[in-house]
């Protein structure tokens, strides 16, 4: 354990002192004693060091790649290698890169794997697990609970799902790898909903959390430097991935000794080390900082399948909370009403997050730029958060035609909001690669006004039939108005042609109907 602590602290130190000193130009972090700078670049060498038969492997599906141009964009295909009889084990190999700033990845289109999908399902139950406590107790305790809990559940699944759209081979190891993970997650999910409820002082429900948590992050930081050992491609970064993800957990190592407070800054310094690297090592300044010939990339498709996927299962929350229990029965009552009502909601909500930004050939924010890459990750977190959280309280809103708890309608309305204002966002990373003829922002303006409307709504004193149907109007409004706008210019003014077209003809029948019945 001490050489594991001393290795990485050796490693982060190096790294931190690379950066520093190449950004501002003198030596801030290296210390004075020649003898031990040696050590750690030397350490640093045999850290990043790529064999020469690794890289002469890499080498040689590189000359074997063929140029490709796919819709406007460029790159070079990899070669598929022969599929192995049989699937226990597979030889892990690098699914896309970067070589000298160009891209190689294999042609075709990757969608998300079966047992992928399933990982999705047990995350979105768990963060349902943590939602209900909210709709339970609305007040701003159990509300900042489910945040930190909701961060630390996402940084686990963001890490597999980056694990295999970087390569996924789907076989025995990694298959044991999610069943392991989820294991351990289902601990950490039973007893972590407890946290701050749990009456034995001696903290029983906390204390299993922290374990299964950390178990679960320590097997990832192992399986980053295991795949290293077979990947060259991604060495670099894999490695680092390790340290940041050591340290991170070190820092969480502090949760088992300090109060309630300090327990909320370790664990919001643990995220902030993992997600600030992480964008930091797959964004091009990590390139152009360390001069390798390899660097990383990302699969787009199966990135945004992924996202989309977990999107459509967080939705799910929504009939979940008006099915499970039957909240609508007993005939055709205004609890039908609620419950249509809220299906609507989810429906157009899905609706305007697979239109993006209305335009039928946008430009995906991962190969836009780096700002709007990082933006089109971070945002799908907060959106998942509150559309989890409203569709657990909406099973209440199915139920009750008033709600008593004041603080349960603002949490339903402002998360659906705080929804909605993801929804723009994530709409303006896009870029679109035709003339339509509206302006963005005049397309994308009214799920702003929504967000304002939906976000006021609790300072009215109306029934839950009467909030839901404003809320599903607003939102039909959207959907009918950026459907419209969507027409590129050519197509509007073809539609106005016909028009005029039409209208000539029915006028002209019109007349010579009129002249006929004088006659």
Same mark, same amino acid.
């Given at each position: 354990?001490?050489?594991?602590?001393?290795?990485?602290?050796?490693?982060?130190?190096?790294?931190?002192?690379?950066?520093?000193?190449?950004?501002?130009?003198?030596?801030?972090?290296?210390?004075?004693?020649?003898?031990?700078?040696?050590f750690?670049?030397?350490?640093?060498?045999?850290?990043?060091?790529?064999?020469?038969?690794?890289?002469?492997?890499?080498?040689?599906?590189?000359?074997?790649?063929?140029?490709?141009?796919?819709?406007?964009?460029?790159?070079?295909?990899?070669?598929?290698?022969?599929?192995?009889?049989?699937?226990?084990?597979?030889?892990?190999?690098?699914?896309?890169?970067?070589?000298?700033?160009?891209?190689?990845k294999?042609?075709?289109?990757?969608?998300?794997?079966?047992?992928?999908?399933?990982?999705?399902?047990?995350?979105?139950?768990?963060i349902?697990?943590?939602?209900?406590?909210?709709?339970?107790?609305?007040?701003?305790?159990?509300?900042?609970k489910?945040v930190?809990?909701?961060?630390?559940?996402?940084?686990?699944?963001?890490?597999?799902?980056?694990?295999?759209?970087?390569?996924?081979?789907?076989?025995?190891?990694?298959?044991?790898?999610?069943?392991?993970?989820?294991?351990?997650?289902?601990?950490?999910?039973?007893?972590?909903?407890?946290?701050?409820?749990?009456?034995?002082?001696?903290?029983?429900?906390?204390?299993?959390?922290?374990?299964?948590?950390?178990l679960?992050?320590?097997?990832?930081?192992?399986?980053?430097?295991?795949?290293s050992?077979?990947?060259?491609?991604?060495?670099?970064?894999?490695?680092?991935?390790?340290?940041?993800?050591?340290?991170?957990?070190?820092?969480?190592?502090?949760?088992?000794?300090?109060?309630?407070?300090?327990?909320?800054?370790?664990?919001?310094?643990?995220?902030?080390?993992?997600?600030?690297?992480?964008?930091?090592?797959?964004?091009?300044?990590?390139?152009?900082?360390?001069?390798?010939?390899?660097?990383?990339?990302?699969?787009?498709?199966?990135?945004?399948?992924?996202?989309?996927?977990?999107?459509?299962?967080?939705?799910?929350?929504?009939?979940?909370?008006?099915?499970?229990?039957?909240?609508?029965?007993?005939?055709?009552? #205004?609890?039908?009403?609620?419950?249509v009502?809220?299906?609507?909601?989810?429906?157009?909500?899905?609706?305007?997050?697979?239109?993006n930004?209305?335009s039928?050939?946008?430009?995906?924010?991962?190969r836009?730029?780096?700002?709007?890459?990082?933006?089109?990750?971070?945002?799908?977190?907060?959106?998942?958060?509150?559309?989890?959280?409203?569709?657990?309280?909406?099973?209440?809103?199915?139920?009750?035609?008033?709600?008593?708890?004041?603080a349960?309608?603002?949490?339903?309305?402002?998360?659906?909001?705080?929804?909605?204002?993801?929804?723009?966002?994530l709409?303006?990373?896009?870029?679109?690669?035709?003339?339509?003829?509206?302006?963005?922002?005049?397309r994308?303006?009214?799920?702003?006004?929504?967000?304002?409307?939906?976000?006021?709504?609790?300072?009215?004193?109306?029934?839950?039939?009467?909030?839901?149907?404003?809320?599903?109007?607003?939102?039909?409004?959207?959907?009918?108005?950026?459907?419209?706008?969507s027409?590129?210019?050519?197509?509007?003014?073809?539609?106005?042609?016909?028009?005029?077209e039409?209208?000539?003809?029915?006028?002209?029948?019109?007349?010579? #109907?009129?002249?006929?019945?004088?006659?």
């Amino acid at each position: 354990m001490i050489k594991i602590l001393t290795f990485a602290y050796f490693s982060v130190t190096l790294y931190f002192q690379y950066i520093i000193t190449d950004s501002i130009g003198f030596l801030l972090f290296v210390p004075k004693n020649k003898t031990l700078y040696m050590f750690l670049a030397n350490l640093a060498d045999r850290l990043f060091y790529i064999p020469p038969e690794a890289r002469e492997r890499a080498l040689d599906r590189i000359n074997r790649s063929k140029p490709v141009e796919e819709d406007g964009f460029h790159f070079y295909a990899l070669p598929h290698e022969k599929e192995e009889r049989y699937k226990w084990l597979k030889q892990p190999v690098a699914l896309q890169f970067h070589y000298h700033g160009r891209l190689y990845k294999y042609h075709g289109e990757r969608t998300a794997g079966v047992f992928e999908l399933f990982l999705d399902l047990l995350y979105v139950a768990i963060i349902s697990q943590f939602s209900s406590t909210v709709a339970e107790n609305p007040d701003t305790i159990h509300l900042v609970k489910y945040v930190i809990i909701f961060l630390h559940a996402y940084q686990i699944w963001h890490d597999l799902r980056e694990i295999f759209n970087s390569f996924y081979t789907d076989d025995i190891l990694q298959r044991a790898l999610i069943l392991v993970v989820m294991a351990f997650m289902v601990i950490f999910a039973n007893n972590a909903a407890k946290i701050g409820d749990d009456d034995t002082p001696d903290e029983t429900s906390f204390y299993t959390a922290v374990a299964a948590y950390q178990l679960v992050h320590f097997i990832l930081i192992a399986n980053w430097f295991f795949y290293s050992l077979f990947i060259t491609e991604h060495l670099i970064r894999m490695r680092l991935m390790g340290i940041v993800n050591a340290v991170s957990f070190l820092v969480r190592m502090g949760l088992l000794f300090v109060g309630w407070r300090g327990r909320i800054i370790l664990a919001i310094t643990a995220l902030a080390i993992e997600r600030g690297f992480w964008f930091y090592l797959y964004s091009p300044y990590f390139r152009s900082h360390v001069d390798s010939e390899f660097s990383t990339a990302v699969n787009i498709e199966h990135e945004s399948d992924r996202m989309t996927a977990l999107f459509i299962i967080v939705l799910g929350e929504f009939l979940n909370a008006i099915v499970v229990g039957a909240p609508a029965s007993d005939g055709l009552t #205004s609890r039908s009403l609620r419950a249509v009502l809220i299906l609507v909601i989810a429906f157009t909500l899905n609706w305007i997050y697979v239109t993006n930004d209305a335009s039928n050939r946008p430009v995906h924010p991962l190969r836009r730029s780096a700002v709007s890459a990082i933006l089109w990750f971070w945002l799908h977190e907060p959106l998942c958060a509150v559309l989890v959280l409203s569709g657990d309280i909406a099973a209440e809103f199915t139920k009750e035609s008033h709600i008593d708890h004041r603080a349960l309608q603002w949490v339903f309305s402002e998360s659906i909001a705080i929804g909605l204002f993801c929804l723009w966002a994530l709409s303006m990373c896009f870029k679109s690669r035709e003339v339509l003829s509206f302006s963005k922002p005049l397309r994308m303006g009214l799920r702003l006004v929504d967000v304002v409307a939906i976000g006021l709504l609790p300072l009215t004193e109306w029934s839950t039939t009467t909030h839901l149907e404003v809320i599903t109007g607003l939102l039909i409004v959207t959907v009918v108005w950026e459907s419209y706008t969507s027409v590129p210019c050519h197509s509007l003014d073809a539609v106005n042609l016909q028009t005029n077209e039409t209208t000539a003809l029915l006028t002209d029948g019109l007349r010579n #109907s009129t002249i006929e019945t004088a006659e």
